[in-house]
């Protein structure tokens, strides 16, 4: 009586493993009737704006269902989208952050060049002359100022325009540290232990690469592809940047996290903040109401005047879906229409990168940002084309040693040119 | 007799399928991929041979985690064996409380590695700065984990207390298993406290040590979690010349090339990984298993 018995779980067994294997690789059925647009980002922030804007869309249009899937919590976003095209689920949108990204998926990505919105926007990401990406925002940074402090302090931000300029108030600032209940000048970090190298060697280092240039200029950054550091700039740059690591809170410095270092300027312990624009929320949360502006990242010996403004991901249609007509429009209305506005900057409160928007973002670095696009003179942000892994693992920890030495300037300044030597074999 | 083969095969069935799904073909797959330039997407796979691991012995950053990988397995076999015999024989001893203690030191081992790092990194990071500041110790001021020199001696300190209450057990188990006799004996003859440790206990327990090195030592080589949350690689240090992370153990090493799209690259250093530690387990229980004894 037994043995039949074990012979029939174990052939049962069997075979519920081979089912569940074989279903696994199944492609799930197609839906009869309709579009479905398949979306996958990486903001969560914008998580319930993005699903509520997806709803809206697919309500008005009959037939075309957007489903948004959002990669939550600093997931890795570039190993879940490999993971999803290996099972061959593509989303039909996706997010990329620059030329690697594109590089990695150029197949798959779908030429938006004529679609409606490009002539309303500087940021689509162009490649070999072809739109390849809805730019998803604009984001961008100075150097974040207390006003409050630096009026007690008798600093006028709209002087911070040469080094020269920081040098006299970073000193000012922190001989008077104890009127102005400062703990030092300025909250920057670099380090790679707290996760924050991306301060110093992505965001302030795309100061060497577009400051004081026109926009869309890359040829300092494609001199540095080619492994050439432009010395002369270079050393006005690291000098700029020896600066700030001299008057920063140092333990925020070396060992702060990102909380660390915002929350230090939230609570009105530091007079600058280098961050961009999205720290809006978090100094909301914060409870911030002091006045904020942004000052320029003025390194050069000459006059400069303008933020950094990008686009930090784009939308890419994957041309490879069956469904990329659909998608592209879902994009063109997401730019070109009062609903996809009304989005873009009141529900998920983003920059968008398109001119004709007039709506008012409610940060105020958001603010300072909209305003100097506006006016324009601004700098483009070119670290996106340095080959992946360059900024983490080549650049932070030159930038971390140099806070930890930071007189040694002449050390800093090889290690670089060094490293930007050894860029083209990346 | 082949009825009852078929019963057997079916049985096993299931987990040969598991295992080779899980670990033979993956595993497969990796040394072939080591040896292409796959970026993770591409689909035309190129086979490049050996130039991935041709590179890797002339990378800065490779060889210092490869050594630190070394040095921290070296430390942490060390001391997470010594903390843990210790409290082994504390807790077989006579003392009060022994299975409250028993419980307290094994509690650490339940804590998640990526929690645990993050509540030492506040510990090392705010709570004893904010102690130096507050009582003027110079040296609590800078936090330990921005010392590039002394940073995976930290590390080996905060795995030691996670792990050493695991390995306790295993030691309190062979040490409840050695017949008392054999302890009494040795008392009554007049052996004192230090050489019945050392003459009895320790050659009798023989086959915990051996499992119990190998452990730290497997788990120690593959150190990831941990690493990422406590000190995330940093502080930044310099080797060849070269600005480099000074506490990126292997597997951070081999994590951060992946993230960087160089997926075959990446693969390639897991190989070396795997290499190294295959030779070095084997050779620690060699070693070991000479010295056990049969009762």
Redesign the interface.
């Given at each position: 009586m037994r043995r039949p018995f074990v012979r029939i779980v174990s052939i049962v067994a069997a075979i519920v493993c081979i089912v569940a294997v074989a279903s696994c690789s199944k492609a799930e059925p197609k839906q009869a009737k309709g579009v479905e647009i398949n979306m996958f980002q990486l903001k969560v922030e914008i998580k319930d704006a993005i699903d509520g804007y997806a709803a809206a869309y697919s309500a008005a249009h009959p037939g075309v269902t957007v489903k948004v899937e959002t990669l939550g919590g600093g997931g890795d976003y570039g190993g879940a989208l490999k993971a999803k095209s290996q099972a061959g689920q593509m989303p039909d949108i996706f997010v990329i952050e620059g030329l690697g990204g594109y590089n990695i998926w150029k197949d798959y990505i779908a030429d938006l060049s004529g679609e409606p919105w490009v002539k309303d926007t500087d940021l689509a990401m162009k490649v070999d002359g072809k739109i390849v990406g809805f730019p998803v925002a604009i984001e961008g940074y100075g150097l974040a100022y207390n006003a409050d402090i630096l009026a007690k302090a008798g600093i006028d931000p709209a002087a911070l325009t040469t080094r020269a300029a920081y040098e006299k108030a970073l000193a000012k600032l922190d001989s008077m540290k104890k009127e102005l209940g400062i703990t030092a000048p300025v909250s920057m970090a670099a380090s790679v232990a707290g996760g924050m190298w991306w301060v110093a060697a992505q965001h302030n280092l795309a100061c060497y690469w577009g400051g004081g240039l026109a926009f869309d200029d890359t040829s300092v950054i494609d001199k540095a592809l080619k492994g050439e550091l432009d010395e002369a700039r270079f050393t006005q740059y690291a000098k700029y940047l020896q600066l700030l690591f001299k008057y920063a809170d140092q333990n925020i410095l070396l060992n702060g996290s990102y909380d660390d270092q915002v929350g230090a300027f939230a609570q009105g312990k530091t007079a600058f903040l280098h961050q961009g624009n999205w720290v809006d929320p978090n100094l909301k949360q914060l409870g911030v109401t002091f006045t904020i502006g942004y000052a320029p990242h003025a390194f050069l010996d000459t006059e400069q005047k303008g933020l950094y403004l990008f686009a930090p991901s784009w939308y890419c249609v994957n041309s490879k879906s069956p469904n990329a007509d659909a998608a592209k429009a879902f994009l063109t209305a997401m730019a070109t229409t009062p609903e996809g506005h009304d989005y873009m900057v009141n529900k998920a409160g983003m920059i968008p990168a398109f001119k004709s928007v007039t709506l008012k973002p409610a940060g105020q670095l958001s603010q300072a940002l909209m305003a100097a696009n506006a006016k324009g003179g601004n700098y483009g942000v070119f670290f996106g084309m340095l080959p992946d892994g360059a900024g983490q693992n080549v650049f932070g920890p030159i930038f971390d040693l140099f806070a930890q030495n930071q007189k040694d300037l002449p050390r800093f300044i090889s290690d670089m040119k060094k490293a930007v030597a050894d860029l083209p074999k990346m | 007799m082949r009825?009852h083969r078929?019963?057997s095969i079916?049985?096993v069935?299931?987990c040969v399928?598991?295992f080779a799904?899980n670990i033979l073909i993956p595993f497969g797959f990796g040394l072939y991929y080591s040896m292409t330039d796959w970026?993770?997407?591409?689909?035309d796979i190129n086979f490049v041979g050996f130039d991935n691991f041709a590179g890797l012995f002339s990378s800065p950053?490779f060889i210092y985690s490869f050594l630190i990988t070394v040095a921290y397995t070296a430390i942490n076999i060390v001391l997470v064996n010594a903390v843990s015999f210790g409290l082994s024989l504390i807790v077989t001893g006579r003392i009060r409380g022994r299975n409250f203690l028993r419980a307290g030191f094994f509690i650490p081992y339940l804590i998640g590695g990526i929690v645990l790092g993050y509540i030492w990194q506040f510990i090392f990071?705010n709570a004893l700065?904010a102690v130096g500041k507050s009582l003027s110790i110079a040296a609590l001021q800078?936090?330990f984990?921005?010392r590039?020199g002394s940073v995976i001696w930290i590390m080996a300190v905060v795995n030691t207390w996670q792990y050493a209450g695991y390995i306790m057990l295993i030691y309190v188990a062979a040490i409840q298993g050695i017949p008392a006799s054999l302890m009494e004996a040795a008392e009554v003859d007049g052996a004192n406290y230090p050489t019945r440790i050392f003459k009895i206990l320790m050659p009798m327990m023989a086959n915990a040590f051996t499992i119990s090195l190998f452990l730290t030592l497997t788990t120690s080589f593959k150190q990831f979690d941990m690493n990422l949350t406590l000190?995330?690689?940093?502080?930044?240090?310099?080797f060849m010349d070269?600005?480099?992370?000074a506490s990126q153990l292997l597997a951070m090493n081999i994590f951060?090339?992946a993230?960087?799209?160089?997926m075959a690259e990446a693969q390639a250093k897991a190989v070396v990984l795997f290499v190294a530690l295959v030779v070095v387990a084997l050779l620690q229980v060699a070693a070991n298993k000479k010295k056990e004894v049969e009762l």
């Amino acid at each position: 009586m037994r043995r039949p018995f074990v012979r029939i779980v174990s052939i049962v067994a069997a075979i519920v493993c081979i089912v569940a294997v074989a279903s696994c690789s199944k492609a799930e059925p197609k839906q009869a009737k309709g579009v479905e647009i398949n979306m996958f980002q990486l903001k969560v922030e914008i998580k319930d704006a993005i699903d509520g804007y997806a709803a809206a869309y697919s309500a008005a249009h009959p037939g075309v269902t957007v489903k948004v899937e959002t990669l939550g919590g600093g997931g890795d976003y570039g190993g879940a989208l490999k993971a999803k095209s290996q099972a061959g689920q593509m989303p039909d949108i996706f997010v990329i952050e620059g030329l690697g990204g594109y590089n990695i998926w150029k197949d798959y990505i779908a030429d938006l060049s004529g679609e409606p919105w490009v002539k309303d926007t500087d940021l689509a990401m162009k490649v070999d002359g072809k739109i390849v990406g809805f730019p998803v925002a604009i984001e961008g940074y100075g150097l974040a100022y207390n006003a409050d402090i630096l009026a007690k302090a008798g600093i006028d931000p709209a002087a911070l325009t040469t080094r020269a300029a920081y040098e006299k108030a970073l000193a000012k600032l922190d001989s008077m540290k104890k009127e102005l209940g400062i703990t030092a000048p300025v909250s920057m970090a670099a380090s790679v232990a707290g996760g924050m190298w991306w301060v110093a060697a992505q965001h302030n280092l795309a100061c060497y690469w577009g400051g004081g240039l026109a926009f869309d200029d890359t040829s300092v950054i494609d001199k540095a592809l080619k492994g050439e550091l432009d010395e002369a700039r270079f050393t006005q740059y690291a000098k700029y940047l020896q600066l700030l690591f001299k008057y920063a809170d140092q333990n925020i410095l070396l060992n702060g996290s990102y909380d660390d270092q915002v929350g230090a300027f939230a609570q009105g312990k530091t007079a600058f903040l280098h961050q961009g624009n999205w720290v809006d929320p978090n100094l909301k949360q914060l409870g911030v109401t002091f006045t904020i502006g942004y000052a320029p990242h003025a390194f050069l010996d000459t006059e400069q005047k303008g933020l950094y403004l990008f686009a930090p991901s784009w939308y890419c249609v994957n041309s490879k879906s069956p469904n990329a007509d659909a998608a592209k429009a879902f994009l063109t209305a997401m730019a070109t229409t009062p609903e996809g506005h009304d989005y873009m900057v009141n529900k998920a409160g983003m920059i968008p990168a398109f001119k004709s928007v007039t709506l008012k973002p409610a940060g105020q670095l958001s603010q300072a940002l909209m305003a100097a696009n506006a006016k324009g003179g601004n700098y483009g942000v070119f670290f996106g084309m340095l080959p992946d892994g360059a900024g983490q693992n080549v650049f932070g920890p030159i930038f971390d040693l140099f806070a930890q030495n930071q007189k040694d300037l002449p050390r800093f300044i090889s290690d670089m040119k060094k490293a930007v030597a050894d860029l083209p074999k990346m | 007799m082949r009825r009852h083969r078929l019963v057997s095969i079916l049985f096993v069935a299931p987990c040969v399928f598991a295992f080779a799904m899980n670990i033979l073909i993956p595993f497969g797959f990796g040394l072939y991929y080591s040896m292409t330039d796959w970026n993770g997407v591409n689909p035309d796979i190129n086979f490049v041979g050996f130039d991935n691991f041709a590179g890797l012995f002339s990378s800065p950053d490779f060889i210092y985690s490869f050594l630190i990988t070394v040095a921290y397995t070296a430390i942490n076999i060390v001391l997470v064996n010594a903390v843990s015999f210790g409290l082994s024989l504390i807790v077989t001893g006579r003392i009060r409380g022994r299975n409250f203690l028993r419980a307290g030191f094994f509690i650490p081992y339940l804590i998640g590695g990526i929690v645990l790092g993050y509540i030492w990194q506040f510990i090392f990071n705010n709570a004893l700065v904010a102690v130096g500041k507050s009582l003027s110790i110079a040296a609590l001021q800078t936090s330990f984990l921005s010392r590039p020199g002394s940073v995976i001696w930290i590390m080996a300190v905060v795995n030691t207390w996670q792990y050493a209450g695991y390995i306790m057990l295993i030691y309190v188990a062979a040490i409840q298993g050695i017949p008392a006799s054999l302890m009494e004996a040795a008392e009554v003859d007049g052996a004192n406290y230090p050489t019945r440790i050392f003459k009895i206990l320790m050659p009798m327990m023989a086959n915990a040590f051996t499992i119990s090195l190998f452990l730290t030592l497997t788990t120690s080589f593959k150190q990831f979690d941990m690493n990422l949350t406590l000190t995330n690689g940093g502080p930044a240090t310099r080797f060849m010349d070269t600005p480099i992370k000074a506490s990126q153990l292997l597997a951070m090493n081999i994590f951060s090339t992946a993230t960087a799209n160089r997926m075959a690259e990446a693969q390639a250093k897991a190989v070396v990984l795997f290499v190294a530690l295959v030779v070095v387990a084997l050779l620690q229980v060699a070693a070991n298993k000479k010295k056990e004894v049969e009762l």
